[in-house]
């Protein structure tokens, strides 16, 4: 049992110990550590997933009693099943691989030390997320994550747009935190505990299907999952979030964090089992989100933009597969897009890393030759995103769509979105490969990716492609699906239409067939792509919502309103002190007047109704 | 007269006695020194006659004076700060006057005026006791002659007091008409029956709290305080303001409890609202003064308003032991108060001969250089502000007490918005005492002399006696009435 | 005799006016001997109202206060007179409109 | 023995103020071992004290439910006595005034050079004043040192303060002593109510169960609110902080913040709310708006500062209405998580005191304006604001959340509306604290700008209240049992009108 309180606990002691060296450690040890920790508890995490594959126990394990309040005591616990063990398995495979990856690519950064501490504390706090096994611990983690993304989005703080950039996505998903945390109020009062196994039993003894109750406390959670997992309406962080380093877009922002979301459904999927109306506002969510997520890909020109929608888009995949309550298949696209997203990412930060840290795709080109290794990695990482037939991504991707098809009402509503998006995928996945990696040579690279680069991303491209045949241990989690008959013609669909866009891509942004810039003269189509580039506008449509009011109101309460009242009370006593002062004029006369005055007023007063 | 008659009487006796043996002094040597310790000599001598006193209480002597220790006490009181005033003056006398022996002789008859004042039970020893008072202070506040703010402030409160002292007479002179006697008890016993109209005794009672309400300076009659304070010496002003005005508020109390004036319940209502104005005029007058003695004199009026509360208090009788016992606690710590804080001035003013008033300025960064002078300041301040571990405090709380007893729920209003107010200045002070080394201009070095030291620590440790352990006094006032 | 007793009440009018008129001295007249002036006729109305009470009541008491207010009076009036000296010598002038350094 | 620890406190006020004679660094040592003394005190008496008696249910009413107890006679006239008593609430705030004291000596250590001994001495008054409040059972004792505190305080503002203290101080010192005040006559109503046969008594225990009822217990019950929301500081009363903890030196705005603060919050649940269980019940709904009120309003401007003190100093506010919040809720896990408030903000706020302090010792300006990018001159404090910025935001793992949670939680059961509202503040939260790093420490540094590092000193200290607020934030269970028995002894007083309360809640709200 100790090996598994060693998984959270190596990263946060290695975290610790660069924290507190406060950048004195040399490059190597710290590097030593900072990949070395993530990979021994990788090795813990290999270890209990052997383990628990044999004999399939569930391991719950106690540290402590956190506080106990009453009836409220929630502990330090960790509940570890197959959900739990293919979460782990990701965060730490990926990441140990993304750690390694980072020695190179952050070798020259003079803040070495603390970036490795930061990527630590990130997978301890990623781990106890996953691995806890109250609502309260869990959300431990997810504000733990959210530091790291904060700390690690701003990790270049010189530059004050990243500081923006960090900001604005701690600000967005504390939003959705605060929901979440509502939600988790409303459990506490309601079902008196916050241990999630014990609180979906509850959940099922005390409430109906469909009662009011569940579906606020659901929508209270999705509100947090929404959030962190850069859904609509709160996923305008996400692209922004890419002023980080790119090992960090590859870990946090493709692979781990930005997942959460889904996790968290998918862990409490008992709750939404009782509030149908919440599943459904999933499902659509997700739909909405990937779909629009999608164009707006289409129209980015920075590398990590363009990959940062692309998560949004695919998230949204693995928010409809929750909604459509294809829970294993969320989680199967998590794992697989988990692969290809790290690979992309860590792709294209070796085209950053090699081009002088150039983001603009048309200010590349031609690299197909130069940096051969990224090239493949990009090739396989985009079929696999675009769900290419024989790809990891088409396995889980089809079983999304496949679910989606066979649910009642509203499943091929769901499904003809989803196949339009794969279609966007297929197209903007392409572009991306296209403009970059063929064409004429607009930068030379200055140098190629050293081995600790490319070894994550040879293994990352194999994981991409045979990512589909892991078969992951789900079975006990989930209730089982119920199988529907699928009609062939919609699987021969939903494998074609990838190819389509591929199709397109090939048409628009190699071949040429089809002119981008004759579709583009058009002015309406000009504005589209605009609105498109803009990410649909929602920032500015934020700005003038809560932003710019909020600064307003601040800029306006700046001094002190309330001190008015209290200023008047001091007029008020200076005026009268003023007042006052008027009599005291040093006249003899005048002073008699008045005493006079006064006497006349007494006996006036006394003598008044006197007989 | 029987021997226990004159010991009843013995303080004042031997304050005339004192009165007498300083003259012939001064008329055979002319000395500072001698003058001075003779007079308190005699001072603390009545002062301890009290003691002797106190065993033969109550006694009625003759039919103006009436031996208790209501009186007793505060004889003794009077006397004590006679004595502190003439040990301050020392040091304030050095600077002044050509012949300043008499004003020790005018100090020691003042004293024997209040004396008299709280022997009071007749409308004639009232008046013997308030003229004997006034006249000698007259002459005190014109004292310092090489000035002409003493002489003016001298003869405006000459003009005003003679006014006040008229009104007062024509007051008596109505009661008297009205009911043909002039001892307190009496009067009351008439009061109920008598046979002219009320309007008649309306007006007298009126014009009485008028005139003594000017002594006390209370609003609207006020207006002479700060300029008299102003232009007076220090040690002078506080004797004007805590003997002065304690004398003649226990003659005030006297007349109301023995003759019972609170059957007047528009008279009484008319102190209420008279407490009012003074507390809210007062504190307002004081709020940006820069002159530290007409800052005193504002707050003064402020707090005879907090203490003609009492009489509002008085009304619902089962408070009325309470509202008593709480104006005589307020009046020994106003008393002790008001003495430290104008004679802790004449140490600091000292070298200022030719001004007689102390600027906010001239205290700056006091603290730095005279750390003691300074540290007595601040209690003495903060006891005047009410500030817990003071005697100034447990006498405001004495009032609370009295007057949620009595539940005199707008007086406690006025008197929480005054204290706000009397706060700002207070702290003022204490804020310019305080400021930097870099920041006073007048670096002028003082060094007061040892006696006026002593006295102000003794005053201040007293104050914070009274303000840390209350309760022997308050056992006594509680067994005296 | 009763016949011309004079009502109390009537001199006690008489005794208001008189304070009334020593009033207005006070407060209309500049020259600080007539001020003091003023003072006299206000404290003389008391000793008059008390010689009437006195005279109603048939007690001596009225008397003795009248005595006493003489003695109060010629008090003040001394100091009083020692002021104007001074205030002569110092101001130059008896008008106590030009006394007005005090205040504020 | 709290006698003697407050005399302790007072006494070593007048040895550190003589030592400044011999030497200017000596009296910040007599501080230090005054301090430290007192702290040994308190640990060898409690040392003598039953375990189990810590676990004991402490009835208010009842003088053996208290840990220590001790009774003098004072004033007998009005039923005073010198009575303390100590249960496991006034322990723990004893014991975070005695830590944030030697916080605020170690936080001031070498930047005091006018009259250092004075400086010293006042600290110590202000501690053993804060000692007293939290001692106190008697009521006007009580209230005593809740004055007498200000004293040493208002000098520590008005004589070390920055460029406009005297505005400052006075400001501070007129609302406390003005809304004091009216708590000194609630408190002689209270008495006089209470009024036996052998007078009237000044005694918690007399007290307990004398309020007026109806429109005069309400009125009463404003006294005391008044006053202690004016301490907290809540809306609308919060005016003064601003200034005092802006223009205080280092040392007095963490002990304003640190403990001074608390004071209030300790007189809400210790006399405002047992004393007048019925008003108090009718009147939560006002003063948990108040809460809302404040902690919305303290974020917002929090945020509008320039000023790095001002901007935490308006995050107190913000962060003491969720104390408000917590009281008012009257549920052990609200009361819990305002306790635990009250602790976590004391440490937190008094760290992030202490780095404007040292902020402004070097750069000589508070303006955030003129700061950034510090983190690349001194990254050692820039790890500690990101640690105090991020604690004060409610990070979970920190002791402020588990307070702002139990608080949240508790309310919920209590008003789901109040709540809501409420939460807001863990987004502003955030909006003010990353914005203070924003400003100061990251962003283009000034490479003109010569700036020295926490030294080993500065960093101990900050190391210890990390570990304190890690330990409050991961096992605050031995603050919970401390604090239980006294809940628990307090809960049921009020249990049956403050039942009443969601019903009445539900009321007012939409």
New interface residues.
Partial sequence: MNSIVLIPLLPLLSAAVLILSTGKMPRTVASLMGAGSIGLSALCVALLASSFLADGEIRELTLWTWMSIGDFSPRIAFYIDGLTIVMMSVITGIGFLIHLYSIEFMWDDESLCRYFAYMNLFVAAMLLLVMADNLLLLYLGWEGVGLCSYLLVGFWYRDPDNGAAARKAFIVTRIGDTAMALGLFLLLTELGTLDIQPLMVAANTQWQTGDTLPVLATALLLGGAVGKSAQLPLHTWLPDAMAGPTPVSALIHAATMVTAGVYLIARTYGLFLLAPATLEAVAWIGLATLLIAAFAALAQNDIKRILAYSTISQIGYMFLALGVGAFASGIFHLVTHAFFKALLFLAAGAVIHCLHHEHNIFRMGGLRSRLPVVFASFVIGSAALAALPFTSGFYSKDAILLAAWSLQDIGPWLWAGGLLGALLTGIYSFRLVFIVFFGEARTEPDRQPGWKMAGPLILLCVLSIVGGWIALPLAGVFPAAESHPVNHSVEWISIGVPLLGLLLAYLMFLGGQISVDKLLSAPMARRLVDFWFSGWRFDQLYDLLWVKPYKAIAHWWRNEPVDALYNGIVAASQWGHRRLLILQNGELRWYATIMVLGLVLLLAVMLRNAP | MSASDFLAIAPLLVLAAGATAVMLQIAFMRSVPVTAILSMVALLLAALSCVSAAAITPLQVGALLSADQFSLLFTALFCVAGAVTCGLSLDYIRHHGDEPEEYFLLIVLATLGAGVLAYANHLASLLLGLELLSVSLYALIAYPNRSLLPLEAASKYLVLSGAASATLLFGFALLYAGTGTLAFAELGEKLGQAEMGTGLLMAGSAMIFAGLAFKLSLVPFHLWTPDVYDGAPAPISGFLASVGKAAVFVALLRLFLEADLFRYYKLVQLTGLTAILSMLAGNLLALLQTNIKRMLAYSSIAHLGYLLMVFMICLDTGSRALAVEAAMFYLIAYTATTIAAFGLLTLINESQVEREQVQLQQVSGLFWRQPLLAGLMLVALLSLAGIPLTAGFIGKFYLFTAAVSGGNWVLLAALILGSAIGIYYYLRVVFYMTRGADEHKHTVTLSPGWSGSALSCLLIASILVLGIVPQTLMAYLRSIL | MDGLMVP?EHV?VV??LL?TC??FG?????N?IF??MS?EV??N???L??V???A??A?A??Q??FM??LT?AA??VA??L??VL??QR??KTLD??R?????? | MMLQLILLLLVAGVVAWQAERFSSTLPRWVTVVAVLLALLMLIANLGGIPAERFTLVSYPGEPQGWLMYSQHAWIPRFGISLEFGMDGLSLLLLLLTLGLGLVAVVSSWDEIEFKPGLFQANLLWTLAGVAGVFLALDLFLFFLFWEVMLIPMYLLIAIWGHEKRAYAAMKFFIFTQVSGLLMLLSIVVLAFQGAGEDGISFSYSDLLASAPTGRAGMLTMLGFFIAFTVKLPGFPFHTWLPDAHTQAPTAGSVLLAGILLKTGAYGLLRFCIPLFPEASMQFAPVAMGLGVLGIVYGAILAFAQSDFKRLVAYSSVSHMGFVLLGLYAWNSLALQGAIMQMVAHGVSTAALFMMAGALQHRLHTRDMFRMGGLWQQAPRMGACAMFFAVASLGLPGMGNFVAEFLVLAGLFAVSPWMTAAAALGLITAAVYSLWMMQQAFQGRPDNNREMADFGVREMSAMLVMMAVLLGLGLYPQPLFDLTQPVLEGLLPRMSEPMSALPRLLSEVSP
């Fill in positions: 109390m006690l005794a208001g304070f020593g009033l006070l407060m209309l007249r500049r600080i001020m003091l003072l206000m404290l109305s008391a000793a109202a008390f009437t009470a006195g109603h009541w007690q008491d009225g003795v206060m006493l207010i109060v008090a003040e100091v009083g020692g002021l001074q205030i110092r101001f106590m409109d006394a007005n350094r005090l205040r504020g």
